[in-house]
């Protein structure tokens, strides 16, 4: 079938990215899906870093790759084998496919699946399964799919690993926002950290992830919550959203505030510093952000044992999405997670390129791209 979707032609091409136009509008062939494979319409796409890294080089991927891996929509079309979803389910796509089978799944979330990061980095399928195509002056081109999803189309056929089932009740636009900000922010918190009574969080970063992993923290009321960015729009809304503090990475350096459990979501060597240097006696320092590969922060090894330090390294929430994408819709229907908070605009597909320079620089917290207006809250 033809489709619509968001094309990164080259990688690493300069700011800002509304000039000089990296990612194509293009129409581009989808082939049906396959044994364990599910047809989705895509309703509505949310705009990520881990998107971002992809256009401007921090994650090289192969190209022409078509973008998006936080994305809901409604099933469509079932493969051979596939008997439990039904065609008219709303779905959020994960953008880590688990195997079931691989030893890191046996790990309950805290590894990524094996097969399913070899997929990803290659740009395919699990499987090694290539489905996206499009007619060029010299034939057809091949074109690379984004994380298990690229849910920045009208259309997408992923493993059925890749989707998870929240209810029609959710409206796309928050089930997107579940797939990836919510599940690696809120996961962070809830499965990394896990605070108890009393103890503080402190969030390093306010973009999407930072944000949900704020409004996570909240939810839990376990104890103060503080919010650290170096906007202070960004502290602002935090107070606003209910943290108990909100500073920048210097008042915190200067008045030597510390926490329980430091969740790091910036993706910056300095900002993974700050979170250490802020973590109390005894405490957690989880990290979600990804910053370059070749990027370097510095630490003393003697603070960790000396204060009985702990550092995770928190992928994907640390979550298993079927059990805990469910979980965060659950507490978003009873009031306790508001996610509508993230959304800060909802744009057209052809937006795309002035969208990433919003992104790039820290100018909103999750744009998300709608397919149908119906289907949005």
């Known amino acids: 079938m033809k489709i619509r979707g968001a094309v990164l032609e080259e990688i690493g091409r300069a700011k800002p990215y509304a000039d000089s136009a990296p990612i194509t509008i293009s129409e581009i062939e989808l082939d049906p899906p396959g044994p364990g494979e599910i047809l989705v319409r895509i309703e509505a796409a949310g705009l990520c870093h881990s998107d971002l890294s992809v256009v401007d080089g921090n994650r090289v991927r192969p190209v022409p790759m078509l973008l998006g891996h936080e994305s809901a929509g409604i099933v469509e079309q079932l493969g051979e084998g596939v008997d439990d979803v039904n065609v008219g389910d709303r779905v959020v796509m994960c953008f880590l496919p688990r195997c079931e089978e691989c030893a890191n799944c046996a790990e309950d979330g805290r590894l990524p699946c094996t097969p399913g990061s070899a997929a990803n980095n290659a740009g395919v399928l699990l499987g090694d399964r290539k489905l996206l195509h499009r007619q060029t002056e010299?034939?057809?081109?091949?074109?690379?799919?984004?994380?298990?999803?690229?849910?920045?189309?009208?259309?997408?056929?992923?493993?059925?690993?890749?989707a998870v089932p929240v209810g029609n009740d959710v409206p796309a636009d928050i089930a997107a926002v579940l797939g990836c900000a919510v599940l690696t922010g809120g996961g962070a918190v809830l499965n990394a950290a896990a605070p108890r009574d009393g103890d503080s969080v402190m969030i390093v970063g306010l973009g999407g992830v930072g944000m949900a992993a704020l409004l996570t923290a909240i939810s839990l009321g376990k104890g103060d919550v503080i919010a650290v960015d170096a906007l202070d729009s960004k502290l602002e809304l935090a107070r606003e959203w209910g943290a108990t503090d909100a500073y920048t990475p210097q008042e915190v350096a200067e008045q030597g505030i510390k926490a329980t459990h430091?969740?790091?979501?910036?993706?910056?060597?300095?900002?993974?510093?700050?979170?250490?240097?802020?973590t109390a006696v005894g405490g957690r320092t989880v990290t979600v952000g990804l910053p370059a590969p070749t990027a370097l922060s510095e630490i003393s090894p003697l603070t960790i044992t000396a204060e009985a330090r702990t550092i995770i390294g928190s992928y994907l929430g640390s979550a298993v999405p079927a059990r805990d994408i469910p979980k965060y819709a659950q507490m978003w229907r009873?009031?306790?997670?508001?996610?509508?908070?993230?959304?800060?605009?909802?744009?057209?597909?052809?937006?795309?390129?002035g969208a990433m320079d919003q992104l790039a620089a820290g100018q909103?917290?999750?744009?998300?791209?709608?397919?149908d207006k119906e289907a949005v809250q």
Do not use: M, W
Request: hydrophobic share 45%; glycine share 8%; net charge negative.
């Open 262 to 278: 430091v969740v790091e979501c910036a993706g910056h060597p300095r900002a993974f510093e700050t979170a250490f240097k802020a």
């Open 364 to 371: 909103a917290i999750r744009q998300v791209i709608v397919f």
């Open 334 to 353: 009873d009031g306790t997670l508001p996610v509508e908070k993230l959304i800060s605009s909802r744009i057209t597909l052809d937006e795309i390129n």
């Open 138 to 162: 010299d034939g057809s081109e091949e074109i690379y799919h984004h994380l298990g999803v690229s849910g920045f189309a009208t259309y997408a056929v992923v493993n059925r690993a890749s």
